[in-house]
């Protein structure tokens, strides 16, 4: 399929030859002919209205004339040329006045404080200044920005239990215009704990219809002891789309004594104060599946007797051995007599007695 407007383009150069590469969106590496750039090359990322090379090109991109000191495989070439796309986008794209931003605020350290989060619903391509404003009543409160997240602050709690209600006002502005919006909640209202940590499914020997479902408090919730944690938990074998729920007033550990032999359960847990506030999200699922007894191995009658027979077998005298029915030796011997002589036994008495007759004569 062919681009058509404006296209992207990757340029490298050696010594005196050059070629241009356009950059389609879902374009992978693996359909491109550059492998790497080696010394002394030179990367640049422009665009052009009839992708006809650096002789169409119209618009300079801010990557340009990058002097490589090694050799830069492919995969960083795509991150600069990931760069410039942001750069070909902010530049191509229209650039609009900011929309109502969306504002929201939580408490997942109660009675610590709590945070509020914006952002815009649509982007504006141009950049964006935002000014947050928290009021307990009609004193200001400190709203301390996120370390990691920019469009985060934190708020400490000055008076727990406080029926004064928290405002929240947020404006966010650019060379385009102005827009804002606030929102106003009770202190209890936003409580939501995180997700709890660690859960774990075991199946219980001996016992196929029993699993044993284990999990820690959220390590964000700061004082267990003095605001603790309900549960609710969440069970369904893989086969099955209806969950069965458990709601479990302290504790952090549960048994399901009604799971199906041999089929694998997804568990979930989640918390909330045992007073105030809203359910937290689910939790991270568990696998496990009941305990299920080892097959054993039947014998039949036909296989008893072989065993009976292979060990009688086993028992007997080895093959060069030969036992002589008492019958065949001669007098003296008959099917009464009561123990068999071997053969050799035999031949040494009766050579024993020749010698003795031949002395006596």
């Known amino acids: 399929m062919e681009a058509s407007g404006p296209q992207l383009h990757l340029e490298w150069q050696v010594a005196r030859m050059s070629a241009a590469l356009p950059i389609f969106p879902g374009l992978g590496p693996g359909q491109h002919s550059l492998d790497s750039i080696l010394p002394g090359q030179r990367l640049r990322v422009y665009s052009s209205s009839d992708g006809g090379g650096a002789a169409g090109s119209k618009d300079t991109l801010g990557l340009s004339s990058s002097v490589m000191a090694a050799p830069v495989p492919w ?14 986008a902010q530049r191509h794209s229209p650039q609009v006045p900011p929309r109502e931003p969306v504002l929201s605020c939580r408490s997942n350290t109660y009675p610590k404080g709590f945070y509020c989060s914006w952002h815009l619903p649509t982007p504006t391509y141009i950049p964006n200044t935002f000014n947050v404003t928290v009021l307990h009543g009609s004193k200001i409160m400190v709203c301390e920005k996120d370390p ?27 060379a385009l215009g102005h827009n804002a919006t606030a929102i106003t909640f009770d202190e209890f209202t936003i409580v939501k704990p995180d997700p709890p940590e660690n859960v774990v499914a075991r199946p219980v020997p001996s016992n196929p219809r029993r699993l044993e479902v284990t999990w820690q408090t959220p390590s964000t919730w700061p004082d267990p002891e003095s605001f603790p944690l309900k549960f609710f938990l969440r069970y369904r074998p893989l086969i099955l789309d209806q969950w069965q729920h458990v709601e479990l007033s302290d504790g952090t550990a549960h048994t399901i004594t009604d799971a199906y032999a041999g089929k694998e359960y997804i568990i979930q847990v989640a918390a909330k104060d045992n007073e105030i506030g809203t359910w937290s999200d689910w939790s991270v699922a568990a696998h496990a599946t009941p305990w299920t007894e080892e097959p054993r191995h039947l014998t039949t009658e036909a296989q008893a007797a072989e065993t009976t027979t292979s060990t009688t077998s086993s028992l007997a ?8 029915d008492p019958g065949e030796l001669g007098s003296g011997g008959g099917p009464n007599a009561p123990f068999s002589v071997s053969v050799p036994v035999t031949l040494a008495l009766a050579a024993a007695a020749a010698t003795a007759s031949s002395l006596l004569i």
């Open 148 to 174: 990691a997240l920019k469009n985060r602050c934190h708020i400490r709690y000055m008076h727990l239990f406080s029926t004064i209600k928290y405002k929240v006002s947020i404006s966010v502005s650019n």
């Open 75 to 88: 995969a960083c070439c795509a991150v600069l040329a990931a760069a410039a796309a942001v750069v070909y």
């Open 317 to 324: 005298p080895p093959p060069t051995t030969k036992i002589c």
